[in-house]
Protein backbone atom coordinates (compact mmCIF):
# COMPACT_ATOMS: atom_id res chain seq x y z
CA UNK A 1 0.00 0.00 0.00
CA UNK A 2 2.95 2.55 0.49
CA UNK A 3 4.56 1.70 -2.44
CA UNK A 4 1.03 2.46 -4.32
CA UNK A 5 0.84 5.93 -2.44
CA UNK A 6 4.46 6.80 -2.98
CA UNK A 7 3.98 6.17 -6.88
CA UNK A 8 0.64 7.93 -7.10
CA UNK A 9 2.47 11.00 -5.44
CA UNK A 10 5.47 10.90 -7.88
CA UNK A 11 2.92 10.67 -10.45
CA UNK A 12 1.40 14.01 -9.20
CA UNK A 13 4.51 15.79 -8.17
CA UNK A 14 6.36 15.09 -11.99
CA UNK A 15 2.91 16.18 -13.78
CA UNK A 16 3.08 19.03 -11.73
CA UNK A 17 6.54 19.52 -12.35
CA UNK A 18 7.22 19.03 -15.99
CA UNK A 19 3.49 19.59 -17.18
CA UNK A 20 3.36 23.01 -16.94
CA UNK A 21 4.96 25.88 -18.71
CA UNK A 22 6.77 28.96 -16.78
CA UNK A 23 4.74 31.60 -15.79
CA UNK A 24 7.66 33.64 -17.69
CA UNK A 25 7.19 32.47 -21.10
CA UNK A 26 4.62 34.37 -22.64
CA UNK A 27 2.74 31.86 -25.32
CA UNK A 28 0.67 33.65 -28.22
CA UNK A 29 -2.26 31.88 -26.78
CA UNK A 30 -1.99 34.15 -23.77
CA UNK A 31 -2.71 37.31 -25.85
CA UNK A 32 -5.32 35.87 -28.41
CA UNK A 33 -7.65 38.24 -30.28
CA UNK A 34 -9.57 38.32 -33.42
CA UNK A 35 -8.82 38.47 -36.69
CA UNK A 36 -9.96 41.59 -38.85
CA UNK A 37 -12.36 40.33 -41.83
CA UNK A 38 -13.13 43.38 -43.96
CA UNK A 39 -10.99 44.75 -46.54
CA UNK A 40 -7.58 46.41 -45.22
CA UNK A 41 -7.63 49.86 -45.54
CA UNK A 42 -4.65 51.63 -47.74
CA UNK A 43 -0.76 53.42 -46.38
CA UNK A 44 -1.57 56.68 -45.08
CA UNK A 45 1.61 57.88 -45.32
CA UNK A 46 1.04 61.36 -43.51
CA UNK A 47 0.46 59.00 -40.37
CA UNK A 48 4.07 58.81 -39.85
CA UNK A 49 7.08 60.74 -41.09
CA UNK A 50 9.06 57.66 -42.11
CA UNK A 51 5.91 56.70 -43.66
CA UNK A 52 6.63 58.38 -47.16
CA UNK A 53 10.67 57.24 -47.30
CA UNK A 54 9.11 53.90 -47.28
CA UNK A 55 5.67 53.91 -49.16
CA UNK A 56 6.77 50.95 -51.63
CA UNK A 57 7.51 48.65 -49.13
CA UNK A 58 4.30 49.62 -47.07
CA UNK A 59 1.88 49.35 -49.78
CA UNK A 60 3.56 45.71 -50.35
CA UNK A 61 2.61 44.41 -47.24
CA UNK A 62 -0.41 45.68 -46.92
CA UNK A 63 -1.68 43.65 -50.24
CA UNK A 64 -1.09 40.69 -48.35
CA UNK A 65 -3.57 41.39 -45.76
CA UNK A 66 -3.57 41.35 -41.90
CA UNK A 67 -0.67 39.24 -40.26
CA UNK A 68 -0.19 40.22 -36.60
CA UNK A 69 -2.70 41.04 -33.51
CA UNK A 70 -5.88 41.04 -35.36
CA UNK A 71 -6.00 43.79 -37.61
CA UNK A 72 -2.54 44.78 -37.93
CA UNK A 73 0.19 43.98 -40.17
CA UNK A 74 3.88 43.86 -40.12
CA UNK A 75 6.09 44.84 -42.99
CA UNK A 76 9.71 44.02 -42.28
CA UNK A 77 12.88 44.75 -44.81
CA UNK A 78 16.67 44.75 -44.89
CA UNK A 79 18.49 48.06 -43.54
CA UNK A 80 21.80 46.76 -44.17
CA UNK A 81 23.66 43.40 -43.04
CA UNK A 82 21.97 41.59 -40.52
CA UNK A 83 19.81 44.97 -39.90
CA UNK A 84 15.94 44.92 -40.43
CA UNK A 85 13.82 47.60 -40.55
CA UNK A 86 10.08 47.28 -38.77
CA UNK A 87 7.12 48.92 -39.51
CA UNK A 88 3.26 48.03 -38.02
CA UNK A 89 0.30 49.00 -40.11
CA UNK A 90 -2.95 49.42 -38.75
CA UNK A 91 -5.20 47.43 -41.51
CA UNK A 92 -8.72 49.25 -40.36
CA UNK A 93 -6.98 53.15 -40.33
CA UNK A 94 -4.25 52.92 -42.63
CA UNK A 95 -1.75 54.76 -39.85
CA UNK A 96 1.87 53.48 -39.90
CA UNK A 97 4.12 52.71 -37.02
CA UNK A 98 7.93 52.89 -36.43
CA UNK A 99 8.62 51.00 -33.06
CA UNK A 100 11.48 52.48 -31.62
CA UNK A 101 12.46 48.82 -29.46
CA UNK A 102 13.24 47.77 -33.37
CA UNK A 103 15.23 50.78 -34.78
CA UNK A 104 17.83 48.70 -36.13
CA UNK A 105 16.64 45.11 -34.67
CA UNK A 106 20.13 43.25 -35.35
CA UNK A 107 18.77 39.33 -36.53
CA UNK A 108 20.86 36.68 -37.67
CA UNK A 109 23.35 36.19 -35.08
CA UNK A 110 24.84 33.39 -33.66
CA UNK A 111 24.22 33.56 -29.83
CA UNK A 112 26.14 30.99 -27.24
CA UNK A 113 23.75 29.39 -25.55
CA UNK A 114 23.63 26.58 -29.06
CA UNK A 115 23.97 28.75 -31.66
CA UNK A 116 20.56 30.00 -31.65
CA UNK A 117 19.44 31.68 -34.94
CA UNK A 118 17.64 35.04 -33.89
CA UNK A 119 13.68 35.45 -35.04
CA UNK A 120 11.12 37.40 -35.55
CA UNK A 121 7.64 35.70 -34.57
CA UNK A 122 3.96 37.35 -34.83
CA UNK A 123 0.62 35.92 -35.60
CA UNK A 124 -2.08 37.44 -36.76
CA UNK A 125 -4.83 36.17 -34.17
CA UNK A 126 -2.22 37.58 -30.99
CA UNK A 127 -0.94 40.57 -29.95
CA UNK A 128 2.39 38.98 -29.11
CA UNK A 129 5.55 39.39 -31.00
CA UNK A 130 8.31 37.39 -30.08
CA UNK A 131 12.00 38.68 -31.60
CA UNK A 132 15.20 37.10 -30.75
CA UNK A 133 18.32 39.51 -31.88
CA UNK A 134 19.73 42.93 -30.65
CA UNK A 135 17.66 45.80 -30.21
CA UNK A 136 18.95 48.86 -31.30
CA UNK A 137 22.28 47.15 -33.08
CA UNK A 138 24.00 50.56 -33.73
CA UNK A 139 24.68 51.04 -29.63
CA UNK A 140 26.65 48.20 -27.25
CA UNK A 141 24.88 45.08 -28.93
CA UNK A 142 26.37 42.78 -26.32
CA UNK A 143 24.17 44.64 -23.36
CA UNK A 144 20.82 44.44 -26.25
CA UNK A 145 21.52 40.78 -27.24
CA UNK A 146 17.96 39.09 -25.93
CA UNK A 147 14.93 37.08 -26.79
CA UNK A 148 11.82 39.38 -26.12
CA UNK A 149 8.67 39.33 -25.87
CA UNK A 150 6.34 42.32 -26.43
CA UNK A 151 2.64 42.83 -26.53
CA UNK A 152 1.23 45.30 -28.69
CA UNK A 153 -1.34 47.34 -27.10
CA UNK A 154 -2.74 50.91 -28.20
CA UNK A 155 -0.55 51.19 -31.07
CA UNK A 156 2.75 50.59 -28.76
CA UNK A 157 4.78 47.94 -28.17
CA UNK A 158 4.94 46.48 -24.28
CA UNK A 159 7.75 44.12 -23.17
CA UNK A 160 5.98 41.61 -21.29
CA UNK A 161 9.42 39.40 -20.49
CA UNK A 162 12.83 39.33 -21.63
CA UNK A 163 15.47 36.20 -21.88
CA UNK A 164 19.01 37.79 -22.29
CA UNK A 165 21.59 36.22 -24.41
CA UNK A 166 24.72 36.19 -24.69
CA UNK A 167 26.22 37.87 -28.30
CA UNK A 168 29.08 35.73 -30.30
CA UNK A 169 31.08 38.69 -31.81
CA UNK A 170 32.57 37.33 -34.97
CA UNK A 171 34.95 40.87 -35.26
Same mark, same amino acid.
Given at each position: MKFVTFIAVLILF? #???? !?????KDPLFEDFSVTVFQDKVASVKLQSHPK? +? #? %?RTMLRLYV? @? !???FAGHYIIGTWGCGSNCLTIAIIDGKTGNVFFPSEFFNFGQGFE???GNEESTLQFKPNS? *????? !?? *?GF?? @???????KYYFVWKDNHLQL? %??? +??????SN
Open positions: V #TNCF !GQRSKA +K #T %YK @D !GVNFKEN *LIIAE !GI *LET @DASAKAGV %YKE +KRQWVN
